[in-house]
């Protein structure tokens, strides 16, 4: 394989294994083994360090409105082709964890594809998006402004359940 091909292959491991240790130091807490939550934690900090170095060594990181396209394409990609045959299959399959996991990202996928448009347009215009709070439902993913609904409009948990990121 080519450099091209390997530095892809590893941004994906390496992507994919930071996620996967974030998940792992969640349940490594709620198991009652927070200094092996810390160490999941500080190896997905790592991983993090490596997908980066590599992303860059392919040049996948430009300019912010070049960004933008690529993320409008994805989440594009993703709403539009990707999950909704990913979502028919867990139906007929009978996989009800799947099913409602794609739904859902399907969903979100749509809303950040549509936020990513407003933020490109705003780029293009030559500003910023408003300074506003957003927050993450952490079921889900939904990602909304200014504040949270009394439900999640994706997956219907309560407001409790959405965070503030800064």
Do not use: W
Not at 12 to 32: C, I, M, P, T, W
Not at 105 to 131: P, S
């Amino acid at each position: 394989m080519s450099t091209k091909e390997n530095l892809a292959g590893a941004f994906a491991g390496e992507s994919q294994a930071n996620r996967k240790y974030l998940a792992f130091a969640k349940q490594a807490e709620v198991d009652g083994f927070p200094q092996v939550a810390k160490l999941f934690r500080a190896a997905a900090h790592a991983e993090t360090i490596h997908a980066h170095a590599h992303l860059r060594a392919m040049g996948g990181i430009k300019k912010t409105a070049e960004n933008l396209v690529e993320a409008i394409e994805g989440e594009g990609f993703e709403f539009q082709q990707m999950y909704p045959p990913y979502l028919e299959e867990a139906q007929k399959e009978g996989d009800k964890m799947a099913e409602i996991s794609f739904r859902n990202a399907l969903a979100v996928e749509e809303i950040h594809h549509d936020l990513y448009q407003k933020a490109a347009a705003a780029v293009k215009a030559g500003g910023d998006l408003a300074a506003r709070p957003v927050y993450v439902c952490e079921v889900c993913g939904n990602t909304v402004y200014d504040g949270v609904p009394d439900k999640c409009q994706v997956c219907g948990v309560p407001k409790e359940r959405f965070t503030l990121i800064n």
